[in-house]
């Protein structure tokens, strides 16, 4: 800088070399000492307020003169924002800042003295707004060589920044990057200007897709299991009071219940529902879609109402979203198998229908139906449908269970021989409806089930939409069914693990301990990957101060 | 060193060689059977890739046991241990249940007739049933 000042005025050079005494001997400065010359000129002529004490107002002066110099000069300082010195940072907060100012109402003097170097336009245009405005503000150029004090020109920075900003919206967006390093360093607030104002908002298409399908027919179905809720209210009750309820105690209302049912068209859909639940409840607590939880309540009402001592549990846990009868662990999985192997079979039949219609009444006969017609298929029912369901890991257990559900079947054939005809009408008539109401989130058809179902159910619809969200591309409501299903099933692998898991250790409490084994079984935790590493990846703040052990003060460890 | 680490990489190599080809042979024979059984052949590549999917799950298996004992806060491996880790297969399951209520018995039984040794053996008198007892037991 002093190689170049000497050139034009005296005066406003030495002013500058002493305010940049400091600064760097910048290369590109040098080329442009010839140049300075001229600017230098230009502004002795154009500033007229030049060393009134106030090294800012010569700046000023200066900058107004030869603002484009200056603006080249910038971005020369910018260039060497490397060195990164108080002076350059000033510089570089300068160049960003608006020109205008309050006080001058050309821009805030521009750092740098830049001998200015005059630098082509190019970084002009490319520093940004910020440095073009200046032109539009005040036409003359002017240089911006001296710095001012730091602290006058932060705060003029700020000021007429604010007020570029309030005048200009957004023209700092264009700030070259160094400007945005030496703002950030040198003052928070100049950042504020100096980045982009522009949040860039990320808009994300995918948000606003798929918004819930949500049939009109929903009230029809609505009220036909409000109706048919009605006519098992009792049934539905006992399941809720008694997860395990026994079979025979429920059979007989599913006897009483089965007659009124069959009037009611969504049979089907509660076919279809009861399938779903079943397929999904047997396991479990998680009855993922409403459907099938509600379904899983007349499901297992019907089963139990043939089967006979069969599983209550099934229809109990159906009912239930707890993992309460999974205490039984085998059996009732077994049990649930056999549910689901009838409720598959008896979807296979239905077809996957509304499920939004769960109520047991309908479903018990709708079921029965169904495992009439399939007959002995039923057997393999569980099989089959555990595989058409992609609940291969359901294979086994459905074969054992196979044996019990087609005595059941038999003997459902037996009992519901008559019945059949007068739903199938039924449902034959409600199956044109059911097709719309597949996709159904939950509807808390029955009163007693529904505070239970409803929340796994939804909880299971938003993972798929989830799912469809992340995919990216439109899906098929087959397709997200399935996706349904898999999930319920997976939750239902889970929490038979975590059960098994905690009982293996001699609790009835599921502790970390026994996800963490889980986790080692799934390969997520290894030798070099911890739990605990885990959690502080995945988990929020809140989380990872519940789950791993902090010491606080007062010699308290916190959870442990 | 580094050779020691590499003749005892070797070692385990080699020896992990010989169990594979244990179980390929296992393997080989059951398959023989089955095919006799159902009529239908069976491709090398089919045997080979049996016994390597058996081996591999062996290994799973004893990682898996393993970490059930340590999750049961001991050191040996039980019955219990096993049938967790069969829980997923119910047909294999109750077999495995068969069988371990099984070797509950016999051991049972045994405890009993030791029992009654000891308790025989308090008195000289029994002696002679007690070795007839024994005999017979075993």
Redesign the interface.
Known sequence: MADHNPDGDPTPRTLLRRVLDTADPRTPRRPRSARAGAQRALLETASSRRLSGQTKMIAKGRSRGARSIGRSAHVQARGHLEEQTPRTLLKNILLTAPESSILMPESVVKPVPAPQVVQPSRRESSRGSLELQLPELEPSTTLAPGLLAPGRRKQRLRLSMFQQGVDQGLPLSQEPQGNADASSLTSSLNLTFATPLQPQSVQRPGLARRPPARRAVDVGAFLRDLRDTSLAPPNIVLEDTQPFSQPTVGSPNVYHSLPCTPHTGAEDAEQAAGRRTQSSGPGLQNNSPGKPAQFLAGEAEEVDAFALGFLSTSSGVSGEDEVEPLHNGVEEAEKKMEEEGVSVSEMEATGAQGPSRAEEPEGHTQVTEAEGSQGTAEAEGPGASSGDEDASSRAASPESASSTPESLQAGRHHQFPEPAPPPGAAVLSSEPTEPLLVRRPPRPRTTGPRPRQDPHKAGLSHYVKLFSFFAKMPMERKALEMVEKCLDKYFQHLCDDLEVFAAHAGRKTVKPEDLELLMRRQGLVTDQVSLHVLVERHLPLEYRQLLIPCAYSGNSVFPA | MEEEGETEEQQRFSYQQRLKAAVHYTVGCLCEEVALDKEMQFSKQTIAAISELTFRQCENFAK?LE??AR???RTTINT??VK?LA????????YITDKSEEIAQINVERKAQKKKKSEDGSKNSREPAEAGLGESEN
Do not use: W
């Open positions: 898996d970490m059930f999750h049961a806060k219990e241990d967790l829980r997923r297969s119910n047909s294999l399951l109750k």
